[in-house]
């Protein structure tokens, strides 16, 4: 069974200070990895897709890595700003996303 | 360019009664899901239709639950008769399948409220 799992599942971190959030994935023939912002009572907003191991793909404080099982989203110097659930999903090979239950992250001044 | 349009926003209803959502893809995209959203969970889908054809309705529950998409563009979900536990954000998004890149833009979604 297609599976994403994201932790921790909620972070409070202090400006400026870094941390990662980790997606394990068992997707069957997976057509992607995707990362999705969600701010309260907003749909989620696309960030990154990375198709194969050892891809990176970057966007102002954040950098998206993947693995054959994780990936990881790095999150540098957060500002207050970041604060908001970060979704983890693989794209099965039926052509939808299967979504993780989220990270919600907390960055304090 | 406008994005994915939903209403209504917020539904309260008594359980029993029946609802609809109403969808509005972004123009060109062939590609339409619903999703569910339950507190604290990641999305989950409902329904998918390539143009006006449903092609994934596999955790659709059949027996309260019913969708169509007129013309491949517009979609409204049905619930009815609506039970408590369907309280919950339903989620449309669409996408190209030209542009291939997977990436699904989603609209803000309606919370309904079953009491």
């Known amino acids: 069974e297609d599976q994403v799992t994201q932790s921790p599942e909620a972070l409070r971190l202090q400006e400026g200070e870094s941390s990662s959030l980790n997606c394990s994935y068992t997707v069957s023939g997976l057509r992607g990895l995707f990362w999705y912002r969600q701010d309260p009572g907003k749909g989620p907003e696309f960030l990154f897709t990375?198709?194969?191991a050892g891809e990176e793909k970057e966007k102002e404080r954040l950098k998206a890595t993947l693995t054959k099982k994780e990936s990881f989203l790095h999150i540098t110097a957060p500002k207050p700003e970041d604060s908001a659930t970060y979704l983890c999903?693989?794209?099965?090979?039926?052509?939808?996303?299967?979504f993780g239950k989220g990270t919600k992250l907390s960055v304090k001044p | 360019e406008a994005g994915v349009v939903q209403s209504p926003r917020y539904k309260i209803i008594e359980k029993k009664q029946p609802v609809a959502f109403w969808c509005n893809p972004i123009?060109?995209?062939?590609?339409l899901y619903w999703y569910r959203q339950n507190l604290g969970q990641g999305p989950e889908l409902l329904i998918r239709?390539?143009?006006?054809?449903?092609?994934?309705d596999s955790q659709l529950p059949k027996d309260r639950f019913s969708a169509e998409r007129l013309k491949g563009v517009d979609s409204t979900l049905k619930i009815q008769p609506a039970e408590l536990g369907d309280s919950a954000v339903y989620l449309c998004?669409?996408?190209?399948?030209?542009?291939?890149?997977?990436?699904?833009?989603f609209g803000e979604g309606s919370r309904l409220t079953v009491l």
């Open positions: 239709y390539e143009n006006e054809e449903a092609v994934d």
């Open positions: 123009s060109g995209h062939n590609t």
């Open positions: 999903a693989g794209g099965g090979s039926q052509g939808n996303l299967i």
């Open positions: 990375l198709y194969s």
């Open positions: 998004a669409s996408s190209s399948y030209l542009e291939n890149t997977g990436e699904l833009f």
